[in-house]
């Protein structure tokens, strides 16, 4: 009996087994060192989270600056500083503006949407710095050229911002990078299932596949505030712009 040639026209486009073998490796030990991060920063986030306001004092542990026990330094915020130190600042100036994005998936060569935000900022020297730190309108309405403030800073951060009586806090480095390191994981699981069910570049590479990219943000948004806790409102908002971008990849694999 003559092969009919299926089962190689069914294999037609598809990597050979041993390239996706190693696609699914390498997909493997990114989600492990992925894993890893997350590990890392949800600790130091916790430490954060756990660390008490320096009390007042020189910072050397001889004013009473540091607890018993605690390494010299640790009450005056140096880089393995145990407390959130406190440092005087004074306003210099204010910004406003707005931050647009562009939703044009609708694939019709228009009626996409715009959405913008719009953002306060207030400029803060303190000892040898100036941050720009953001501010509701409430803040910087009122904010002006010359008002003190308190800068609050973690290892070097600034974490926290108090300025004519409206206090705002700011997430450390370890926490937002959790949120990437949440991403990156979860499109390096896809790229490993792609190469064990499908295999086929042009299945990677398809137009519906970049909403992928969408759903990975949105699924590390998720497990971010899974992790670390949010406003509702923010919960909200990260599952309909996950469910919207899973709708979307979809319906577009079925229409493409």
């Not at 303190?126 to 308190?150: C, N, Q």
Request: glycine residues 16%.
């Amino acid at each position: 009996m003559k092969s009919t040639g299926y089962r190689r026209n069914g294999n037609r486009g598809r990597l050979p087994v041993w390239l996706r073998g190693l696609v699914v490796l390498a997909s493997g030990w990114g989600v492990f060192l992925c894993g890893q991060q997350i590990t890392d920063g949800y600790a130091a986030t916790m430490d954060y989270r756990d660390a008490p306001v320096c009390a007042t004092g020189s910072g050397d542990g001889s004013s009473g600056g540091g607890t018993a026990g605690s390494p010299a330094g640790s009450a005056n915020g140096d880089v393995g500083e145990a407390c959130v130190r406190r440092e005087a600042g004074t306003v210099l100036d204010r910004r406003t503006g707005e931050q647009c994005t562009y939703d044009g998936t609708s694939g019709d060569g228009g009626g996409g949407t715009t959405t913008c935000t719009t953002y306060y900022d207030v400029k803060v020297e303190r000892p040898d710095h100036t941050d720009w730190l953001a501010v509701d309108s409430g803040a910087y309405d009122k904010v002006g050229t010359g008002d003190p403030a308190e800068v609050r800073l973690w290892r070097s951060e600034v974490v926290g911002l108090k300025v004519l009586g409206h206090t705002y806090s700011y997430p450390p480095s370890s926490q937002s990078g959790v949120l990437w390191q949440l991403a990156v994981g979860c499109l390096a699981l896809a790229v490993g299932a792609w190469a064990v069910l499908s295999g086929r570049l042009a299945e990677l590479f398809a137009f519906h596949s970049f909403g992928l990219l969408f759903v990975a943000f949105g699924t590390a948004w998720i497990g971010s505030l899974a992790l670390f806790g949010g406003h509702p409102l923010t919960w909200a908002f990260a599952s309909s712009w996950t469910g919207f971008a899973v709708f979307w990849t979809v319906s577009a694999r079925r229409m493409g």
